[in-house]
């Protein structure tokens, strides 16, 4: 069967774009609708009710176009509203925490597992309660690194002040012989670099996100709705509640694409 409509991403702003990098490349016959509330960025500092409202509203207006599976790539928008939103739509929601955790599982040897996300992520105990409900046996060391959003929205991901932070904020998983690390927090991948210099190169980083893509793409087989190359007419689309200029700059280099046209929208206040 084809299916002409957009796999709808979600995510508190630039961070989603990890996941639609890993889409663009395993899923080239999709067609992708990306919003980023980055207006309200970030999501991880927020309170779960507040976090379940903006996720309702960035989930309103992708269902306005029509698409056929909503990927929350997200992870603190994940630990808090997947199951609620789940429950109410009628097509495939897809959020991040456990194919990151699956995969974590599957990579470590030593079942000594680091998680780090956004407060709101790591408060939740979403990746400690998912590792452990699989495998009871396994260490799991969670940490919140809330400087890392923000670095990445700014652009200055690249930059020496990221490096130090990075640094600084995993100095205390170090010592705690890990084999394995979650990037439970969609935007860290653009640190990755930075992480893996500080953790080492034997640890294994997961990017859940990109995990994620993997179940996508599963779910497009099962439900039979997947695309065909003959049929993708139409292009992706970017949208933002904040900063388009912000959000190109950072989606043209991290998507190492040309351009990419970013819409700025307002979202309505409306629960579903
Ligand atoms: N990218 C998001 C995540 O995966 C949230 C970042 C934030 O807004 O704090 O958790």
Not at 139 to 157: R, T
Not at 202 to 221: H, K, P, R
């Amino acid at each position: 069967m084809n299916n002409h409509e957009a796999i709808g991403f979600i995510d508190s702003g630039v961070g989603g774009l990890t996941v639609v990098k890993e889409a663009l490349r395993q899923l080239p016959n999709e067609r992708l609708i990306y919003l980023g509330d980055t207006a309200r960025c970030p999501y991880g500092p927020r309170p779960a009710e507040q976090v379940v409202q903006f996720t309702w509203e960035m989930t309103n207006f992708l269902l306005e176009k029509n698409i056929k599976m909503l990927v929350i790539a997200c992870n603190t928008a994940t630990a808090v509203a997947l199951e609620e939103i789940k429950a109410q739509l009628k097509i495939p929601v897809v959020g991040v925490i456990l194919p990151g955790t699956r995969a974590a599982l599957k990579a470590t040897k030593n079942n000594r597992i680091g998680v780090i996300g956004t407060a709101g992520t790591i408060k939740s105990n979403a990746y400690e309660d998912a590792l452990k409900g699989k495998a009871p046996n396994t260490f799991v060391s969670s940490l919140a690194c809330p400087k890392f959003v923000p670095i990445v929205e700014s652009n200055e991901y690249h930059s020496s002040v990221a490096k130090k932070i990075v640094s600084e904020t995993l100095n205390p998983l170090q010592l705690k012989k890990l084999d394995t690390l979650i990037l439970g927090c969609t935007h860290y991948p653009l640190l990755r670099p930075l992480i893996q210099n500080v953790m080492g190169n034997e640890v294994n980083l997961i990017d859940s996100g990109a995990e994620t893509v993997s179940e996508v793409s599963m779910l497009l087989d099962y439900f039979d709705i997947a695309n065909s190359p003959q049929h993708k007419n139409e292009p992706n689309e970017f949208y933002t509640t904040g900063s388009a200029k912000m959000f190109q700059a950072i989606a043209n280099n991290w998507l190492d694409m040309e351009t990419i046209t970013v819409e700025q929208i307002r979202l309505a206040s409306f629960k579903g």
